[in-house]
């Protein structure tokens, strides 16, 4: 697993997405979903899960 963030890696971004529920998802353990407007009137359902390795270490999943 890379050491990049999703952020870098699918937004190309230096900072988090402002829509980002990856902090919120981490700290409850629930998965969380939300609806991302798009420029083009088009929508993207994200959805954010924390994983964990064999080793307990956190490991942020984004699925869109």
């Known amino acids: 697993m890379s050491n990049l963030t999703c952020y870098e890696i699918i937004a190309d971004c230096a900072i988090p997405c402002s829509f980002c529920k990856m902090p919120e998802t ?34 942020s999943r984004v699925t869109t």
Do not use: Q
């Open 26 to 59: 981490a700290e409850t353990g629930t998965p969380t979903t939300s609806k991302v407007p798009l420029p083009n009137d088009e929508y993207l359902l994200v959805h954010w899960a924390k994983v964990e390795s064999a080793a307990e270490r956190l490991r």
